[in-house]
């Protein structure tokens, strides 16, 4: 079966530090990665998504990063954050290729940042 | 651009009460529906999924059924429990070009009470 793990589950960090978080998938391969951020009273608002290792989409101009070095890892990043980047930030994956359009979506646990 | 709406914001019934979530979406050329469960500081977790040419899906006491052309997808909960209290939301894939993303509405909150 599949899982999808996401570290640290939570973090305190300062206006304009680095940020990085990591998001790894087991059980699958060639998956579709996504990067939401969700924050208070907001919906879920997609970050980035990937299709392959060093493929990279970008769905809103902001203060973040993505890669994917490697299959099945994820990682979101800045080099300084702001205090707006405070919020909970999900990764999912689904199956890839054109039947993977009729795949579900899965969740990770998350990541609750706080921006001081 | 594909709009995900959901009727109530909040529900509270008591325990042991059948009821009915409300998803409506803008743009009915879709792939799938997705239901998803979240309770507080957790992620999603997939409740049902419904293809675009299904009509409805049930898994245990959850059944979502799926009216395309009128864009309405309800999720219906028997013998409700407090445990099913939670936020659920709906998710829509548009077919064709941009069917990479989920288009997410924003949820309702369910309480049950014991």
């Known amino acids: 079966s599949q899982t999808i793990h996401q570290w640290p589950a939570t973090l305190v960090q300062p206006v304009g530090s680095p940020l990085s978080l990591e998001c790894t998938v087991e059980?699958?391969?060639?998956?579709?990665l996504y990067w939401y951020r969700q924050a208070a009273g907001r919906g879920l608002q997609l970050l980035f998504y990937s299709v392959g290792i060093g493929q990279i989409s970008s769905e809103v101009p902001q203060n973040l990063s993505a890669s994917r070095p490697q299959d099945r890892q994820f990682i979101l990043s800045s080099k300084k954050l702001l205090l707006s980047d405070s919020g909970f930030y999900l990764c999912?994956?689904?199956?890839?290729?054109?039947?993977?359009?009729?795949?579900?979506?899965?969740f990770g646990p998350g990541t609750r940042l706080t921006v001081l | 651009k594909q709009e995900v709406t959901q009727i109530p914001a909040a529900l509270s019934v008591p325990e042991g009460e059948n009821l009915v979530l409300n998803c409506s979406f803008t743009d009915s050329a879709i792939y799938n529906l997705q239901w998803f469960r979240q309770d507080p500081g957790k992620g999603l977790t997939s409740l049902l999924l419904?293809?675009?040419?299904?009509r409805e899906q049930t898994s245990g006491r959850l059944n979502a059924s799926l009216d395309k052309s009128s864009g309405r997808s309800t999720l219906y909960i028997a013998a409700s429990q407090p445990g099913d209290s939670a936020t659920y939301l709906c998710?829509?894939?548009?077919?064709?070009?941009?069917?990479?993303?989920?288009?997410f509405g924003k949820g309702t909150l369910l309480t049950v009470n014991p």
């Open positions: 999912a994956w689904r199956g890839g290729g054109l039947a993977g359009s009729y795949n579900e979506q899965f």
């Open positions: 419904i293809q675009s040419s299904q």
């Open positions: 998710a829509v894939r548009r077919s064709g070009g941009s069917n990479y993303k989920l288009t």
């Open positions: 059980g699958t391969s060639n998956p579709n």
